[in-house]
């Protein structure tokens, strides 16, 4: 979870040119090995404010070398999946892309609140097993549905595997980038 080598074999098998994979670690430890992008529970609260600091400061590293936001995407699994969403949704521009991979929106009605008509043309490629007994597939469904009703360019992809990145994502992940830069 929220480990830079969870998603190294990704970069290697999508190949584009002229792009750079900046892979970041989440700043929350966890109890047990790995760490987090979120913090707290649903009893005390999440905290991701720290999550947001990286993705600004990297975000705004990239357009001081004269990268637009139009050129970058955010690639998620699980949490960082979530993280992505809600980071680009509250955001006042939109990216390249957000790629989710067994991702989720648990509080609809806040998302609608911070999503800004200024990232709307953020395109959306929602990616899900459809056995995954983590993060059930009708959460990228709902998050589907969510992206429409709010005018964002969104498709959705499932694939017959678990809470995973299916290999045959590949290609499609290499497309919706390259179609966008």
Do not use: C
Request: charged share 20%.
């Amino acid at each position: 979870m929220g480990d830079v080598e969870s998603m190294e074999p990704i970069t290697k098998a999508i190949r584009i040119p002229s792009t750079r994979w900046i892979l970041l670690q989440a700043p929350y430890p966890l109890e047990q090995k790995g760490f987090s992008w979120f913090s707290g529970s649903k009893k005390s609260g999440w905290k991701f404010q720290k999550s947001f600091n990286i993705l600004d400061k990297i975000i705004g590293r990239e357009q001081e070398k004269g990268i637009s936001v139009e050129n970058i995407f955010l690639l998620g699994f699980s949490q960082g999946a979530t993280l992505a969403m809600i980071y680009t949704a509250s955001r006042k521009f939109s990216l390249g892309g957000i790629i989710s991979i067994a991702g989720f929106i648990r509080n609809a009605g806040k998302f609608r609140i911070k999503a800004t008509k200024a990232n709307h043309k953020t395109p959306i490629l929602l990616i899900h097993g459809t056995k995954d007994q983590i993060i059930p597939v009708e959460e990228s469904y709902k998050t589907h549905d969510l992206y429409q009703s709010l005018g964002f360019p969104s498709e959705l992809h499932v694939f017959n595997t678990e809470h995973k990145i299916p290999l045959g994502a590949t290609n499609l992940i290499q497309n919706f980038i390259l179609n966008r830069l």
